[in-house]
């Protein structure tokens, strides 16, 4: 079991930044495939960003060039710096952990676990 909790959304202006944070307790979140997802309303939850045990990064077009996803494995903690936001960023965030290759990383369907959410509103 992994529980997750997200912090760091808020409301902000276009060509602002935010970063958020997705912090891991019970199994160290060492062992996963951290990913970030967000969703609109009435909106499926889409695919944002990922990085794998090796560090390895993977983005949605959408946010290429803008956002940067990290982790920090020794504070069991994975990072979404948003920079430039646009008003079509405006979602709620959740943070995601997915065993390696056991999917992909852009599928929330291949996620195990889950935070609450954070949202994040951008105006323009």
């Known amino acids: 079991q992994v529980q997750l909790v997200e912090s760091g959304g808020g409301l902000v202006q276009a060509g602002d930044s935010l970063r958020l944070s997705c912090a891991a307790s019970?199994?160290?979140?060492?062992?996963?495939?951290m990913g970030w997802f967000r969703q609109a309303p009435g909106n499926v939850r889409e695919f944002v960003a990922a990085i794998t045990l090796s560090g390895s990064t993977y983005y949605a077009e959408s946010v290429k060039g803008r956002f940067t996803i990290s982790r920090d494995n020794g504070k069991d903690t994975v990072y979404l710096q948003m920079d430039s936001l646009k008003p079509e960023d405006t979602a709620v965030y959740y943070c995601?952990?997915?065993?390696?290759?056991?999917?992909?990383?852009?599928?929330?369907?291949?996620?195990?676990?889950w935070g609450q959410g954070t949202q994040v509103t951008v105006s323009s």
């Open positions: 019970g199994r160290t979140l060492s062992r996963y495939t």
């Open positions: 995601g952990a997915r065993t390696p290759n056991r999917g992909t990383v852009y599928a929330a369907s291949h996620y195990s676990y």
